[in-house]
């Protein structure tokens, strides 16, 4: 029907029209999937480093308890044998042996003493703490780092000089500081260095 002589106007889009609307939308959703995959890479990577992060922060506060609490308490191994209170290699298997205080078994006649040793085996740095301070007996071993490709301790006497290796004639001299730096697949290079003997 004619209205004032005009043709009525047709209504929708023309299939021009249709292909511009359609690129437009693939181009605005390729950009936001492009969107979304950067920023779940980017989560996934600070995920990642948060973690070796932690790792490194952990080993860190252990240590840092550790060897504030040594104490100058010598010990007898299994065999009865007397040792001195704070041995250390400067690599390689057994890395450290000493005992500190502050520790409980659980309950309150807990002993306020533990033997405590860290060793390089297979890669991995371990944490051994023994039920009791002499003698053998039951000990719980922790693994603290993974993929150690070179490990390497030092000693800081209280006259200031460094040494590979803690062996001191006084049966009850601890070393004033421990430096560690470790080389490992996740890390890289990392130099800790900690205070000894400052905890009571």
Do not use: C
């Amino acid at each position: 029907m004619r209205r004032n002589g005009f043709e009525p106007a047709e209504q929708g889009f023309t299939l021009v029209e249709m292909l511009i609307a359609l690129a437009i939308f693939g181009m605005l959703t390729a950009a936001g999937v492009a969107l979304l995959s950067v920023s779940a890479r980017t989560q996934e990577t600070s995920d990642r480093l948060l973690a070796e992060l932690g790792e490194i922060r952990r080993v860190s506060a252990l240590l840092t308890a550790d060897m504030a609490q040594a104490a100058p308490r010598p010990w007898r191994d299994r065999d009865g044998r007397p040792q001195r209170a704070f041995t250390g290699a400067g690599s390689g298997g057994a890395l450290m042996a000493f005992v500190r205080r502050g520790w409980s078994a659980g309950d309150e006649d807990g002993p306020a003493l533990q033997r405590v040793g860290y060793r390089l085996e297979g890669g991995q740095l371990r944490r051994i703490a023994y039920a009791r301070v002499d003698g053998g007996g039951e000990a719980a071993v922790v693994p603290l780092l993974e993929g150690v490709r070179a490990l390497r301790l030092r000693y800081r006497d209280r006259t200031g000089e460094w040494t590979d290796t803690w062996e001191p004639g006084d049966g009850t001299r601890l070393p004033a500081a421990v430096e560690l730096v470790t080389d490992t697949e996740r890390h890289g290079l990392v130099r800790l260095v900690f205070v000894v003997g400052i905890g009571r």
